[in-house]
């Protein structure tokens, strides 16, 4: 449960998190942390050192934004660039939609943006599942949500003559329905055809059907990041609005490790102008793997709840798996309607109960709209004194994730958002957040 209170650059240190006479984003709202023009990564600037006792006390004492790795845009964002994505395990049939449908209320409770699910064996056509699937997409519109619908190029049936006009036709038939944008899954490139084409899917025509069929529909993907270069292959070449990879999930749990995944991560897209897309599961080859979970369950748990509130805090796409929000486990094994079922059961249980983990993340969700971090800037703190931990800004929010065996402790008159597990009293006046710990701080 968590508990609730009240490419790599030169460093860029301007005074405590912003500086004195930087001129606020005009975009951004009274109070905001927004870097200054002079804050790029490349330029320095001389500033005092933090202070708070000598090293290894495990204090933070005046903070220093020291490298800025990401400006989020000015204007409003679309839809689709900053969304909380709820994704369904398993593959969707007829029960599981109605099941769906019929459960969808808990997760607008719950402030995610987007339902996708995957749906190779579902023809939206088909007499017999055209009703329950317009029910679907009709109550997840109702309930202020939209809708993607996963379709693999490898999820033609066998004897498929043309897969990739079978793809294209199946896809018109979803967006026909209504739905707002097309998942390719993942990215299985054609290994005589180069990284940037696709067994099964003609993307050309993919691209134009989406172009013909709505203005605000988009075309999403995965691919993992254990293959650096058919990673930025795809997202140089595939131009999906969102492609989503598993950096978090296949890296070590340590400090530097994860900074520099997600310093690249941004530094690999912002030259394209996508967002980055987060996730804490594997995809591809390495499904539903997670190196930092190689460890007992408590600590796994807090490991999962941690780098879930810091995906959270981070610009860009977070997709949450069905379960992670009710602390439920789901396979993709899993038939649908069992799995959807089980985890509105418990949300139900759950809704109201202080510290559960449904009211957690529904409070962490609220927080990351209320504040903007998913459209916001993105700074890294630097660290002196070899604490694991990472330490970012983003607007007016403090982040510090532990990732160590020692405490961190941060001076308490910082108003506390929100933390990722249950977090003890103040201590000579700072809050004490301990090892595998998330924990949002106000700047404002």
Same mark, same amino acid.
């Given at each position: 449960?968590? #508990?609730?209170?009240?490419?790599?650059?030169?460093?860029?240190?301007?005074?405590?998190?912003?500086?004195?006479?930087?001129?606020?984003?005009?975009?951004?709202?009274?109070?905001?942390? /927004?870097?200054?023009?002079?804050?790029?990564?490349?330029?320095?600037?001389?500033?005092?050192?933090?202070?708070?006792?000598?090293?290894?006390? !495990?204090?933070? *004492?005046?903070?220093?934004?020291?490298?800025?790795?990401?400006?989020?845009?000015?204007?409003?964002?679309?839809?689709?660039?900053?969304?909380?994505?709820?994704?369904?395990?398993?593959?969707?049939? /007829?029960?599981? $939609?109605?099941?769906?449908?019929?459960?969808?209320?808990?997760?607008?409770?719950?402030?995610?943006?987007?339902?996708?699910?995957?749906?190779?064996?579902?023809?939206?056509?088909?007499?017999?599942?055209?009703?329950?699937?317009?029910?679907?997409?009709?109550?997840?519109?109702?309930?202020?949500?939209?809708?993607?619908?996963?379709?693999? *190029?490898?999820?033609?049936?066998?004897?498929?003559?043309?897969?990739?006009?079978?793809?294209?036709?199946?896809?018109?038939?979803?967006?026909?329905?209504?739905?707002?944008?097309?998942?390719?899954?993942?990215?299985? $490139?054609?290994?005589?055809?180069?990284?940037?084409?696709?067994?099964?899917?003609?993307?050309?025509?993919?691209?134009?059907?989406?172009?013909?069929?709505?203005?605000?529909?988009?075309?999403?993907?995965?691919?993992?990041?254990?293959?650096?270069?058919?990673?930025?292959?795809?997202?140089?070449?595939?131009?999906?609005?969102?492609?989503?990879?598993?950096?978090?999930?296949?890296?070590?749990?340590? #400090?530097?490790?994860?900074?520099?995944?997600?310093?690249?991560?941004?530094?690999?897209?912002?030259?394209?102008?996508?967002?980055?897309?987060?996730?804490?599961?594997?995809?591809?080859?390495?499904?539903?793997?997670?190196?930092?979970?190689?460890?007992?369950?408590?600590?796994?748990?807090?490991?999962?709840?941690?780098?879930?509130?810091?995906?959270?805090?981070?610009?860009?796409? &977070?997709?949450?798996?069905? !379960?992670?929000?009710?602390?439920?486990? %789901?396979?993709?094994?899993?038939?649908?309607?069992?799995?959807?079922?089980?985890?509105?059961?418990?949300?139900?249980?759950?809704?109201?109960?202080?510290?559960?983990?449904?009211?957690?993340?529904?409070? &962490?969700?609220?927080?990351?709209?209320?504040?903007?971090?998913?459209?916001?800037?993105? #700074?890294?703190?630097?660290?002196?004194?070899?604490?694991?931990?990472?330490?970012?800004?983003?607007?007016?929010?403090? %982040?510090?994730?532990?990732? !160590?065996?020692?405490?961190?402790? %941060?001076?308490?008159?910082?108003?506390?958002?929100?933390?990722?597990?249950?977090?003890?009293?103040?201590?000579?006046?700072?809050?004490?957040?301990?090892?595998?710990?998330?924990?949002?701080?106000?700047?404002?």
């Amino acid at each position: 449960m968590w #508990a609730t209170m009240g490419r790599v650059s030169p460093a860029v240190e301007p005074s405590p998190v912003r500086t004195p006479d930087a001129p606020a984003d005009a975009d951004a709202p009274e109070g905001a942390d /927004v870097p200054t023009d002079a804050d790029v990564p490349g330029r320095t600037t001389d500033s005092a050192p933090p202070a708070g006792g000598p090293g290894g006390t !495990g204090r933070l *004492g005046d903070l220093t934004v020291t490298t800025l790795v990401h400006r989020g845009a000015r204007g409003p964002a679309a839809w689709w660039e900053a969304a909380v994505v709820y994704q369904v395990p398993g593959r969707l049939d /007829v029960a599981g $939609a109605r099941t769906l449908s019929a459960e969808i209320s808990h997760l607008a409770r719950l402030g995610a943006d987007v339902l996708q699910v995957r749906v190779p064996e579902l023809d939206p056509a088909d007499p017999a599942a055209a009703p329950v699937v317009g029910d679907l997409v009709r109550r997840t519109h109702q309930r202020g949500l939209r809708m993607v619908v996963g379709l693999a *190029g490898h999820d033609a049936p066998a004897g498929t003559t043309d897969p990739a006009a079978w793809h294209l036709a199946r896809c018109a038939a979803w967006l026909d329905r209504g739905v707002d944008g097309i998942d390719m899954v993942v990215a299985q $490139a054609s290994s005589h055809d180069g990284p940037h084409r696709h067994e099964g899917i003609d993307l050309g025509a993919l691209h134009a059907l989406l172009a013909e069929r709505s203005d605000d529909a988009v075309l999403t993907g995965a691919a993992s990041a254990t293959d650096a270069g058919s990673l930025l292959a795809h997202l140089q070449e595939d131009w999906l609005h969102v492609t989503r990879d598993d950096r978090l999930a296949v890296t070590d749990w340590s #400090a530097e490790p994860l900074r520099s995944t997600i310093t690249d991560s941004y530094a690999v897209r912002d030259v394209i102008g996508v967002p980055a897309g987060w996730t804490t599961t594997g995809v591809g080859p390495a499904r539903g793997r997670r190196v930092w979970a190689r460890t007992d369950e408590d600590t796994r748990e807090r490991r999962l709840r941690a780098l879930t509130l810091l995906t959270l805090a981070l610009p860009g796409v &977070a997709y949450l798996r069905q !379960g992670d929000a009710t602390g439920v486990t %789901v396979r993709d094994e899993h038939p649908v309607e069992f799995s959807t079922a089980t985890v509105a059961r418990v949300a139900q249980e759950q809704r109201g109960e202080l510290g559960s983990a449904f009211e957690n993340f529904r409070l &962490a969700l609220r927080l990351r709209h209320e504040l903007r971090l998913g459209t916001g800037h993105l #700074a890294w703190v630097d660290e002196k004194d070899g604490r694991e931990a990472l330490i970012l800004v983003n607007r007016s929010v403090l %982040v510090v994730t532990n990732l !160590g065996e020692d405490a961190v402790r %941060v001076p308490a008159d910082r108003e506390l958002l929100h933390a990722s597990s249950p977090l003890g009293p103040p201590v000579d006046g700072d809050v004490v957040v301990p090892r595998d710990t998330t924990v949002w701080f106000s700047l404002a």
